[in-house]
């Protein structure tokens, strides 16, 4: 794996979580407990600050970025994951912040200043816009993201249960997953 200091810091990763060989963490980034982070991954915590909560999981092929501070954007826009989000594979996240118990689905778009409430899904290949407020407990879909429907109690256990999944195979990658030398 490729964890790198940028201008004086450095990655900051809980000892309980995983990152995957072959991703890049680089910067103002923290993991922490539990969470996640698989293949291909591309974190760069450079220009502003990135924080992925516990129990979350950050898929294969997801870039996660931020926004620097500007003139017009004095504190610029950091990426805030919290807690049990499930990111689904080559999703982008730039400079948002999403809440708790959020899964974003496979090849979505976040964009800046965009806050996702607890308790969403968004689903695969959506694009959000900047500056959108996604509000609690509904499944957003399209490009761009429209608010579709509200969740069902089913879908608002599962976005734990996908959390609480990633946990168990990231701890069994942990103790299983050894390289191999030769074919």
Avoid at 28 to 39: F, G, K, M, R, T
Avoid at 111 to 117: A, G, L, Q, S, T
Avoid at 176 to 183: G, H, W
Wanted: overall charge negative; some cysteine.
């Amino acid at each position: 794996m490729s964890i790198e200091s940028y201008k004086g810091k450095s990655p900051v990763i809980h000892p309980s979580a995983y990152v995957h060989d072959s991703a890049v963490i680089v910067g103002d980034v923290e993991i922490a407990e539990d969470a996640s982070i698989w293949p291909l991954v591309a974190a760069r915590g450079d220009v502003n600050f990135m924080r992925i909560g516990k129990r979350s999981n950050i898929q294969d092929g997801t870039v996660l970025h931020l926004t620097r501070s500007s003139t017009a954007n004095p504190s610029g826009y950091p990426l805030i994951i919290g807690e049990d989000v499930t990111v689904g594979h080559k999703a982008m996240l730039h400079g948002c912040t999403l809440g708790n118990r959020i899964l974003v689905g496979m090849g979505a778009i976040v964009m800046d200043n965009v806050v996702v409430e607890d308790d969403v899904i968004i689903g695969g290949g959506a694009l959000v816009p900047p500056n959108k407020t996604l509000e609690s407990g509904y499944l957003y879909v399209g490009s761009p993201v429209k608010k579709a429907r509200p969740l069902t109690e089913s879908e608002r256990a599962f976005l734990k249960v996908s959390a609480d999944n990633y946990v168990r195979l990231k701890d069994e990658y942990i103790t299983e997953v050894k390289p191999v030398t030769s074919l």
